[in-house]
């Protein structure tokens, strides 16, 4: 991750530009790893769901999407 920090003036001009930077491989690597065993859970979920379930859980997904679409 890397970013300038602005320092400003007296008059509130920018006059330099710090750069910061952090090394994020571990975070990413543990979000990648988060974001997979999410995706195992689900599938095993919707697996355990009878076709009555799974036809509810669809209609929501469906309003959730319907939803974000019109923000």
Known sequence: DFSL?????EEGEV?????????ITERKKIE???????????I??????DREERIIELK???ESLKNNLKK
């Not at 920090?5 to 003036?9: A, R, S």
């Not at 006059?15 to 090394?23: H, M």
């Not at 990648?32 to 689900?42: T, V």
Request: no cysteine.
């Open 5 to 9: 920090k602005p320092i400003k003036g």
């Open 15 to 23: 006059k330099w530009l710090i750069p910061e930077g952090r090394d």
């Open 44 to 49: 095993f979920y919707k697996a355990s769901m």
């Open 60 to 62: 929501r997904e469906i």
């Open 32 to 42: 990648e790893e988060a974001q997979e065993r999410l995706r195992k859970l689900e």
